[in-house]
C-alpha cells in the first residue's frame, strides 16, 4: 500500500490540490466486529457513490488528497492510508478496493478521542500544499481515556484546519452535542449523524459530498468559535 500510495503521489508537489482530507474511523472496544465492517465497507462505498466521485475528479479545480486511519486507545492508531492524490477513476477504484480490504488493527482498547485526534493533526501536518484542510473524525462515544479532543486544537497544529465529526448514534445519549461542544472546529466545522453502523454508509457519503464541494449550511455553529 505504501508503495501504492508513493506511486500516485509521484510528481505531485507542483500540482494544485484544493483539498487534503483525513478520514478517521473508531475502532475502540465499543465497535464490535460486525460494526467494524459497517464502517470499513460503509467508507469504501461512501467513497465509491457516483456523486462523491463526480464531487472529486470534477468538483471545482485542483486535486482531492486523502489519507485514512483508525483510532482507539492512547497509542492504538493505525494509519491505512498514507496521503493519496485523487486525480481519476483508476485512482479512486484503487483507494476503494484498499479500504474495502482493511483488517482491523486494534480491537480492544478505549476510547481516547483526543490522542485519536491529535494523531490526525500530526498526519496532517505532512498533508500536500492545498488550499482547504479538513479531519472528518468518526465515533460512537465521548473520550474516556486520556486528554480531551478539546485540548488538540490548543496543543497541536491545526492552524486553518477544520475538523468536523460523524456521530453514530446508539447507546452514548447526547454524542451529538458532545461532538459539537467539544471536537469539532475551525472554518465551516459541522457534525453528521450516522443512524447507528447501519446508517454509516449514508451518512459518510452525505458528509464525503459536503465536505469535497465545501458546502456550508446555515447560520453561525461551533465551528465559528475563536480558536486557541
Known amino acids: 500500500l505504501a508503495a501504492f500510495c508513493a506511486a500516485l503521489w509521484a510528481g505531485a508537489a507542483e500540482a494544485s490540490c484544493r483539498l487534503a482530507l483525513v478520514l478517521a474511523l473508531d475502532v475502540s472496544s465499543s465497535v464490535d466486529a460486525v460494526e467494524y465492517d459497517q464502517q470499513r465497507l ?3 462505498l461512501a467513497l465509491n457513490a457516483a456523486d ?6 470534477r468538483g471545482g479545480t485542483g486535486d482531492v488528497a486523502i489519507a485514512v486511519y483508525e483510532w482507539s486507545g492512547m497509542r492504538q492508531q493505525t494509519l491505512h492510508l498514507d496521503w493519496t492524490a485523487l486525480r481519476t477513476e483508476r485512482d479512486i477504484d484503487a483507494v476503494v478496493a484498499a479500504l474495502g480490504g ?3 488493527g486494534y480491537d480492544d482498547f478505549p476510547t481516547a478521542l483526543g490522542y485519536g485526534l491529535s494523531y490526525g493533526a500530526t498526519l496532517m501536518a505532512r ?3 492545498c488550499a482547504r484542510h ?3 473524525i468518526s465515533g460512537d462515544g465521548e473520550n474516556n481515556h486520556g486528554f480531551g479532543p478539546e485540548l488538540v486544537r490548543k496543543h497541536f497544529p491545526l492552524e486553518g484546519v ?3 465529526g460523524l456521530v453514530i448514534s446508539g447507546d452514548v445519549p447526547g454524542i451529538a452535542a458532545y461532538y459539537r461542544e467539544h471536537v469539532i472546529s475551525g472554518p465551516g466545522a459541522f457534525v453528521e449523524i450516522a443512524d447507528g453502523f447501519d446508517g454509516f454508509e449514508t451518512a459518510m457519503a452525505r458528509k464525503l459530498f459536503r465536505e469535497i464541494n465545501d458546502i456550508m449550511l446555515g ?10
Open 42 to 44: 460503509g467508507l469504501a
Open 52 to 57: 462523491v466521485r463526480h464531487a472529486i475528479l
Open 102 to 104: 482493511m483488517e482491523r
Open 127 to 129: 498533508a500536500p500544499h
Open 134 to 136: 479538513v479531519i472528518n
Open 162 to 164: 477544520t475538523v468536523n
Open 219 to 228: 447560520g453561525a455553529t461551533p465551528s465559528t468559535r475563536p480558536r486557541g
